[in-house]
């Protein structure tokens, strides 16, 4: 069956007030867009189809720090009970990538643990990114792994923003398509703020500190 897309449509928005939100966020917050249960119950979907994709082979996770740290989790979680009766190990790797500053990105992609990379020489590699927006981070990662010589690669993605990219790269496998808006939680940040709340959330820090509110 051919892998459906969740969309999430470019007014949608849940009351903050109706979840439980931690303390500390109070009045940063304008929605909640998608929720922690939805989260888990697409994730865990999105495991099978990349399982069904990409067979029982010998598999490398490459977790994108730090916005995918949570999706990499749960990611890996489903995958492995995916993989229940699969002869081959998966094996998981970390590397930071930084682009944007506030809300913007800054064009200037740097990739820090590039000895991580080197360890997956010859391996199949799922890259697992938590957005992809003008596209130019996973474009400038995935032709490093390629330089570094890995086998073959897949893309993994918490969301992919609907946005014209600077760049197209292979998003194959997605959890949620989101309008063009900037959100924090579940991992992404606000100059390092959110990233441990447990919903993708929009954030209303920008809208107080330009008086638009
Ligand atoms: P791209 O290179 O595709 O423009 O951007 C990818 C990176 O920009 C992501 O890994 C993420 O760190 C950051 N980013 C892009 N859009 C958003 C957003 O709406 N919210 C947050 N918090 N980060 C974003």
């Known amino acids: 069956m051919a892998?459906?897309?969740?969309?999430?449509?470019?007014?949608?928005?849940?009351p903050v007030g109706a979840f439980d939100i931690p303390r500390c966020y109070d009045g940063d917050l304008s929605a909640v867009v998608i929720s922690?249960?939805?989260?888990?119950d697409r994730v865990r979907r999105l495991a099978k189809d990349i399982h069904q994709t990409i067979?029982?082979?010998?598999l490398a996770l490459l977790c994108v720090l730090?916005?995918?740290?949570?999706?990499?989790?749960?990611?890996?979680?489903?995958?492995?009970?995916?993989?229940?009766?699969?002869?081959e190990p998966?094996?998981?790797?970390?590397?930071?990538v930084r682009s944007y500053e506030d809300q913007a990105s800054t064009g200037k992609i740097e990739i820090m643990g590039m000895s991580n990379l080197n360890e997956l020489k010859d391996k199949n590699v799922l890259v697992v990114d938590d957005i992809?927006?003008?596209?130019?981070?996973l474009d400038k990662l995935l032709?490093?792994?390629i330089e570094t010589g890995v086998k073959k690669t897949w893309t993994a993605l918490l969301l992919s923003k609907?946005?014209?990219?600077?760049?197209e790269v292979a998003e194959d496998f997605v959890a949620f398509d989101i309008p063009d808006k900037f959100i924090v939680g579940y991992g992404l940040d606000y100059n390092q703020k959110f990233r441990d709340l447990n919903h993708i959330c929009m954030d209303d820090t920008n809208l107080k500190a330009n008086n638009i509110q």
Not at 3 to 14: K, S, Y
Not at 90 to 96: A, E, G, L, P, S
Not at 132 to 137: A, H, K, M
């Open 3 to 14: 892998q459906a897309r969740v969309v999430i449509p470019d007014d949608f928005e849940l």
């Open 36 to 40: 922690e249960g939805m989260i888990k």
């Open 55 to 58: 067979g029982d082979e010998p």
């Open 66 to 87: 730090k916005g995918s740290y949570k999706f990499f989790t749960a990611l890996v979680d489903e995958l492995s009970n995916a993989r229940y009766n699969c002869p």
């Open 90 to 96: 998966m094996t998981v790797d970390f590397i930071r």
């Open 132 to 137: 992809s927006d003008t596209g130019r981070t």
């Open 143 to 145: 032709k490093t792994l």
């Open 162 to 167: 609907k946005v014209k990219r600077f760049v």
